[in-house]
């Protein structure tokens, strides 16, 4: 599935890229990207993620081709 | 050189996103009702310090698509709470020079309470949630991604949020001018 990252992630993550195998819901995927990165561990866990533009929690099946928004915590305004 | 990240607001998203500067008066100008004796604008602006740093430049990231349609409901939800006569909310996206405005709300009511209420719950949800981000560029050279919204190390839950504004506190019956 495709990952799309923003922010301070994109310290620590291409800007988009490709995560393969089996990832079926959100802490799957926060896990894969955990060993992918341990030093981001804990901003991985203050992210929320999206799928089709609403956010998702980990009742959510993730298919092969859907597209996941990680978004770290607000800093607007 | 920063990389400009955030890429351009489609014309239908400029309303609530802007890549260009805020221009305050023309909102402003756009924002008077004949039936509001209060409007409340607040505008967040560049410091020149942060951290105990020098601020250079800020650079807000915004993800556009769901950013415009959180504010679109953080707006309607403030409608529906007070009685509005109009509400806006436009946040800057690119980069901004110290005592620029990143972000504009404007309320407008038919008495003070309503307006100031309204515009503090729609700035503060604006900043814990809509997926919109700063990094600060120091003079020294570094650089900083804000995180203005910690709520998730309180709450344990990056969808709950502490707010300043409480608006279950001020309930819009008892607040007259």
């Given at each position: 599935m495709?990952?799309?990252?923003?922010?301070?992630?994109?310290?620590?993550?291409?800007?988009?890229?490709?995560v393969n195998g089996a990832v079926n819901n959100?802490e799957a995927l926060?896990s894969r990207?955990?060993?992918?990165?341990?030093?981001?561990?804990?901003?991985?866990?203050?992210?929320?993620?999206?799928?089709?533009?609403?956010?998702?929690?980990?009742?959510?099946k993730l298919q092969e081709?859907d597209?996941?928004?990680?978004?770290?915590?607000?800093?607007?305004? | 050189?920063?990389?400009?990240?955030?890429?351009?607001?489609?014309?239908?998203?400029?309303?609530?996103?802007?890549?260009?500067?805020?221009?305050?008066?023309?909102?402003?100008?756009?924002?008077?009702?004949?039936?509001?004796?209060?409007?409340?604008?607040?505008?967040?602006?560049?410091?020149?310090?942060?951290?105990?740093?020098?601020?250079?430049?800020?650079?807000?990231?915004?993800?556009?698509?769901?950013?415009?349609?959180?504010?679109?409901?953080?707006?309607?939800?403030?409608?529906?709470?007070?009685?509005?006569?109009?509400?806006?909310?436009?946040?800057?996206?690119?980069?901004?020079?110290?005592?620029?405005?990143?972000?504009?709300?404007?309320?407008?009511?038919?008495?003070?309470?309503?307006?100031?209420?309204?515009?503090?719950?729609?700035?503060?949800?604006?900043?814990?949630?809509?997926?919109?981000?700063?990094?600060?560029?120091?003079?020294?050279?570094?650089?900083?991604?804000?995180?203005?919204?910690?709520?998730?190390?309180?709450?344990?839950?990056?969808?709950?949020?502490?707010?300043?504004?409480?608006?279950?506190?001020?309930?819009?019956?008892?607040?007259?001018?």
């Open positions: 495709k990952i799309q990252v923003f922010a301070a992630l994109k310290d620590h993550f291409d800007r988009e890229f490709e959100m926060r990207l955990r060993e992918m990165n341990p030093a981001c561990s804990a901003m991985l866990d203050s992210c929320r993620f999206a799928v089709h533009d609403e956010f998702i929690d980990n009742d959510f081709n597209t996941v928004i990680i978004l770290p915590p607000s800093s607007g305004g | 050189m920063i990389p400009l990240s955030s890429f351009p607001p489609a014309a239908a998203d400029k309303m609530f996103i802007s890549a260009e500067p805020l221009d305050i008066v023309a909102l402003l100008a756009g924002a008077h009702h004949p039936k509001a004796g209060a409007l409340v604008l607040f505008s967040g602006e560049v410091r020149s310090n942060s951290l105990g740093k020098e601020v250079d430049c800020l650079e807000y990231e915004a993800y556009i698509p769901m950013a415009v349609k959180m504010i679109r409901q953080i707006l309607e939800e403030a409608h529906a709470k007070w009685s509005l006569q109009l509400a806006i909310a436009r946040h800057r996206v690119g980069r901004l020079s110290v005592g620029e405005s990143a972000v504009v709300v404007i309320t407008a009511a038919a008495h003070r309470g309503e307006a100031y209420a309204a515009n503090r719950f729609i700035i503060d949800k604006i900043k814990h949630e809509a997926p919109i981000w700063k990094c600060e560029y120091f003079a020294d050279g570094t650089k900083e991604w804000g995180g203005n919204c910690n709520c998730h190390k309180v709450t344990g839950d990056p969808q709950k949020h502490i707010y300043e504004s409480i608006p279950s506190d001020i309930p819009s019956h008892t607040m007259r001018t």
